[in-house]
């Protein structure tokens, strides 16, 4: 097959690397500048890829550095797999997330358990254990066959590969608006706990030392995506194989069992370790060295290999998964064998270390490419990208006011809402007790997931939010709402957050108003990472969702972790006493433009987002934060979609209890999505010690009572709602429209 | 006492009872590799869950034919305790050593979620603390744990009171006659679907289960 290869003469007149993605002008730029000659096949083929926005970052870059991305806490910050933050006692914890968008449009199972099993390498390739799985879906309308289909799939391939990995699925969330219908977004978040001691990085430095692979052997699956033009193959040889990779959950398994003994128990015999993801073998091997600034030498011949005749361009590109790159001392190679083959995985030397900067590669004994390392790293031509305001946001129409007849109708219909509803039906199908540490999960209304740190009084408390409705309205006040709707189901979990890690979900970067939204939406989450002190250690970027032409809503995606100091004092989303005090922590304005309210009434979203205070906001929830630590809270669950009549329907579930609220406002206020609010509870005796601590941030509502029913009164209505009721209708909403036959 | 923990490649709940067993209980708790050969010194045996070999094939059937096996069997046939738990009880049904099958639930999905329990049977090595009858909730927790046998082998197990546990209220996989534990016949090989070690403290929800290990603990050795 290679001497059907393209020349490099050929590849220059007949522009093949166009259709990879690589434009004439970094084409000509490779060629004049960087190697001063015309690349061959496999080298123009590594260009592409490595090149690629999703390797290089080349659009994003300029405004990913508007985050913050350090503070006293963070030892690891974006760069390496995955981000890490010290929380004492020489532990550290890594998180990560990742989108998986586009392969689970075309191959739902596969592409959502793929994209967890890419995550969870990325965790322990630091040296940690995972601990712990989320994840933030969103689809189309649960209205037709196909958008079922998917979110069937989707949500069998994320419990699939985390259920045999027996790493817990403790938190996430799933919404539903038609812009998701053809590109829906399925992103994954993993967080892993480690000792300080073992932080691994993945560089590929001292000479001599050895390149070796680890784990599944190496196949045609995953190469280049749907760009992988009919032109590279003869149409008599192999055809373009599935573009999404398949998953082996157990190969995982074995492999992070294998490669956390080698870091936890033998971490002299190691250099560097980075998993082979986007661009596989290219990418975690041009990295390695380019991180230690060192060369490195591969023979291909060497690579074990699912398939035979694969060509060079193949092997370098493919994204088989459940693989790992090391970097041993010279002298281990033995050593490190008999560790994985121990877990019956293969293990081979394919390269070594070298200190002249080049990037060389052997494949039947023929050199294949042979350029600086740099040219596939650091040389990538940033590319300034024009933006512009988009038209629908020039003339938005006023925040307008719903007018609300029948506020426990329109109660009953918000919580039948997909994006509201019980997700019980779908989270129970994800194991999210295995490893014995879950305190909460994702099984109630709980905010946030608690996983318990053994051996020490603390907690991790996480979350996942990604609202796309603000950002199609406003994407910098959209941006700063998802951080700190992060930060406010984390605290009220009674968590401190810790920093952030985020998918960037977008359209066409290329769009110049698209990447006005990115701007925007960067900006207005690097505000509120600042305002809370929660910096960005990881993430990633997905751009090109579209769905007809029409980029999805602009969403950024946050995941957040926080600790717990003492977990034992963490407090339930649910009211756990009768006759205690009901607050609602932060102003409630009218804010109802992007909201759920707004969508069930008119079908669509439309109007100005409000300004809000973020200082104010933000001190309101750290006081909040203080009041549930002093013990001096027995309930509490943040206010989002829906506004605050959801959140109290949503605090009696599972409770034999009861509330009693009164608002001096109208009806219509009860749905308002004002950002950054939390409903608490408190004892009567802690009423002054509470509103010590709060003081004009906090209001009281109502009571909680022993009755199991919802009493509400508003300045304009007034109504009673049973709990078992209201909760089977809140339970029951997802269950029939995955049902229907329509 | 000396309690060994089996690790197949797939376990994923075998840190689990390790932790229960040497941080909550303070006995000595070992894992031995599928590929050990004898279990000499040990006083009880425990299969965990998790997905041995992938489940693929079938839930248990490639972990059965592992060199430990062999071992198991020899323990068991002595009358010392062994337990299988999830993943390790369709182990223990693909070895034969406890009757039935463990099919797909009836949903066809997996499924996580705490199950309510009757204790029938308080008198095997691993629920003598509980009280005959005793209702107590577990979580499950698997995508096969419908129990079946055919109609012969469930009156026998109903006879010989094999039934360890049963599931209450509501039956979440099909499982024959609420099935959700059943012991041999002479009561030291326990299999169970729900998972006692989960439910072990109280700060993950629910330590109804930590009974099932002080049972064990009170063994005389």
């Given at each position: ?99 998986h968008?586009?392969p689970s449009a075309?191959e739902p199972y596969e592409g959502a358990a793929t994209g967890v099993g890419?995550?969870l ?11 712990a799985l989320l994840d933030s879906l969103h689809f189309g309308e649960i209205n037709n066959a196909h958008t079922r289909y998917l979110i069937n799939e989707v949500v069998a391939g994320i419990g699939g590969y985390g259920n045999c990995m027996g790493i817990p699925t403790v938190a996430g969330e799933t919404t539903f ?7 829906p977004l399925v992103n994954a978040?993993s ?53 999404v990779?398949v998953g082996d959950p157990f190969?995982e398994k ?162 039948q809402?997909p994006t509201?509803a019980s997700k019980k039906v779908l989270t129970q199908t994800y194991d999210s007790q295995v490893r014995a540490?879950t305190?909460a999960g994702p099984n109630a209304t709980n905010?946030?997931g ?14 996942t ?188 579930f599972d ?72 909760q089977h209708?809140w339970e029951d909403a997802i269950p029939c429209l995955m049902k229907s036959k329509d | ?9 797939g376990s994923n709940c075998?840190?689990d ?31 965990p869950g998790g997905f041995s070999y992938g489940d693929y094939l079938r839930c248990g059937a490639?972990a ?20 299988g738990i999830c993943n390790g009880f369709q182990i223990?049904t693909e ?5 039935g099958v463990l099919k797909k639930n009836d949903n066809l999905k997996f499924i996580c979620r705490p199950v309510a329990l ?19 909730h577990l979580p499950i927790a698997h995508s096969d744990g419908n129990f079946y ?16 546990f049963r599931y209450v209220d509501q039956n979440p996989n099909g499982s024959v006659n609420n099935i959700a534990g ?9 299999g169970m679907m729900p998972h006692p070690?989960r439910a ?5 929800g629910n ?15």
């Amino acid at each position: 097959m290679i001497d059907q290869e393209m020349t490099p003469q050929e590849i220059k007149d007949q522009k093949p690397y166009l259709e990879w993605g690589l434009t004439e002008k970094e084409y000509d730029y490779i060629c004049d500048h960087l190697i001063h000659r015309l690349p061959n096949y496999t080298e123009t083929g590594l260009f592409a890829v490595m090149w690629s926005e999703h390797c290089s970052y080349k659009k994003s870059k300029p405004l990913l550095k508007l985050f913050p991305n350090k503070n006293e806490r963070v030892l690891q910050g974006p760069g390496e797999g995955a981000g890490i933050v010290d929380i004492g006692d020489d532990q550290a914890v890594v998180f990560k997330a990742e989108s998986h968008n586009h392969p689970s449009a075309v191959e739902p199972y596969e592409g959502a358990a793929t994209g967890v099993g890419g995550i969870l390498r990325d965790i322990f390739s630091m040296g940690a254990r995972p601990i712990a799985l989320l994840d933030s879906l969103h689809f189309g309308e649960i209205n037709n066959a196909h958008t079922r289909y998917l979110i069937n799939e989707v949500v069998a391939g994320i419990g699939g590969y985390g259920n045999c990995m027996g790493i817990p699925t403790v938190a996430g969330e799933t919404t539903f608006d038609e812009c998701y219908e053809g590109n829906p977004l399925v992103n994954a978040m993993s967080v892993g706990l480690m000792n300080k001691k073992d932080i691994q990085k993945g560089r590929a430095s001292g000479e001599g030392n050895l390149i070796m692979y680890v784990g599944a052997k190496t196949g045609r699956d995953g190469i280049h995506g749907a760009t992988f033009a009919s032109t590279d193959f003869d149409s008599e040889h192999e055809t373009q194989r599935s573009a999404v990779q398949v998953g082996d959950p157990f190969m995982e398994k074995l492999l992070m069992e294998a490669c956390l003994e080698l870091i936890q128990k033998h971490a002299d015999w190691l250099v560097g370790i980075q998993d082979m993801g986007a661009a596989g073998l290219v990418s975690s091997s041009c990295e390695m060295a380019s991180k230690a600034n060192s060369g490195v030498k591969m023979n291909l011949d060497l690579v074990p290999q699912r398939e035979s005749g694969m060509s060079a361009y193949e092997i370098m590109l493919s994204e088989s998964q459940e693989r790992m790159l090391l970097c041993v001392k010279k002298g281990n190679q033995a050593d490190v064998r008999q560790l994985f083959e121990k877990y019956n995985l293969d293990v081979v030397v394919i390269g070594e270390v070298t200190s002249d900067h080049q990037y060389v590669l052997t494949h039947h004994d023929q050199i294949v490419t042979d350029i600086p390392v740099s040219s596939l790293t650091d040389d990538v031509l940033q590319e300034k990208c024009p933006e512009r305001q988009p038209e629908r946001l020039t003339h938005l129409k006023e925040n307008s006011l719903p007018k609300i007849d029948d506020p426990a109708q329109t109660l009953i219909d918000l919580l039948q809402q997909p994006t509201i509803a019980s997700k019980k039906v779908l989270t129970q199908t994800y194991d999210s007790q295995v490893r014995a540490s879950t305190v909460a999960g994702p099984n109630a209304t709980n905010d946030a997931g608690i996983i318990r740190v053994r051996g020490t009084q603390k907690g991790l408390a996480m979350t996942t939010d990604g609202n796309g409705r603000f950002g199609y309205l406003n994407p910098r006040i959209g941006g700063q709402i998802a951080v700190l709707e992060a930060a406010a189901n984390v605290i009220a979990k009674g968590a401190q957050p810790l920093a952030i890690t985020d998918c960037l979900n977008f359209g066409d970067p290329n769009d110049p108003e698209v990447y006005w939204e990115l701007h925007q939406s960067i900006a207005g989450m690097a505000e509120l990472c600042r305002e809370l002190n929660t910096p960005v250690i990881s993430g990633n970027v997905s751009l090109y969702n579209e769905n007809n032409g029409q980029a999805i809503y602009p969403t950024p995606m946050v995941g957040m972790v926080g600790l717990i100091s003492n977990v034992d004092h963490t407090v339930s989303s649910h009211i756990t006493q009768d006759e205690n005090l009901v607050y609602v922590v932060g102003q409630t304005a009218d804010d109802f433009s992007g909201s759920e309210l707004q969508k069930m009434l008119t079908g669509k979203i439309d109007g100005k987002v409000n300004e809000f205070d973020y200082h104010q906001t933000a001190s309101a929830l750290q006081k909040a934060l203080t009041a549930v630590e002093d013990r001096l809270v027995t309930a509490a669950h943040d206010v989002s979609e829906g506004g605050l009549g959801v959140t109290l329907a949503e605090m009696i579930f599972d409770t034999s209890l009861g509330m009693d609220v009164e608002m001096n406002a109208q009806a219509n206020r009860l749905f308002s999505e004002t950002p950054g609010r939390i409903v608490l509870t408190v004892k009567p005796a802690d009423q002054a010690a509470f509103e010590m601590v709060l003081g004009k941030d906090a209001t009281m509502i109502g009571k909680t009572t022993a009755t199991h029913e919802l009493k509400v009164k508003t300045t304009d209505a007034e109504f009673k709602l049973n709990g078992t009721q209201l909760q089977h209708q809140w339970e029951d909403a997802i269950p029939c429209l995955m049902k229907s036959k329509d | 006492m000396r309690v060994a923990i089996i690790v197949f490649p797939g376990s994923n709940c075998d840190s689990d009872l390790h932790y229960v067993l040497e941080n909550l209980c303070h006995v000595s708790a070992k894992y031995v590799p599928s590929t050990a050969t004898n279990l000499d010194g040990f006083d009880a045996v425990l299969l965990p869950g998790g997905f041995s070999y992938g489940d693929y094939l079938r839930c248990g059937a490639i972990a059965a034919l592992t060199p430990i096996m062999g071992a198991v069997r020899q323990f068991a046939d002595s009358g010392k305790p062994v337990i299988g738990i999830c993943n390790g009880f369709q182990i223990l049904t693909e070895a034969h050593l406890l009757p039935g099958v463990l099919k797909k639930n009836d949903n066809l999905k997996f499924i996580c979620r705490p199950v309510a329990l009757q204790v029938e049977n308080n008198g095997t090595p691993f629920t003598t603390k509980y009280v005959k009858d005793e209702k107590i909730h577990l979580p499950i927790a698997h995508s096969d744990g419908n129990f079946y046998a055919d109609p012969a082998t469930v009156d026998e197990l109903e006879q010989n009171h094999q039934i360890v546990f049963r599931y209450v209220d509501q039956n979440p996989n099909g499982s024959v006659n609420n099935i959700a534990g059943i012991c041999n016949r002479r009561g030291n090989v326990v299999g169970m679907m729900p998972h006692p070690e989960r439910a072990s403290e109280k700060i993950v929800g629910n330590n109804e289960g930590f009974k099932v290990f002080q049972s064990l603990l009170s063994l005389k050795h």
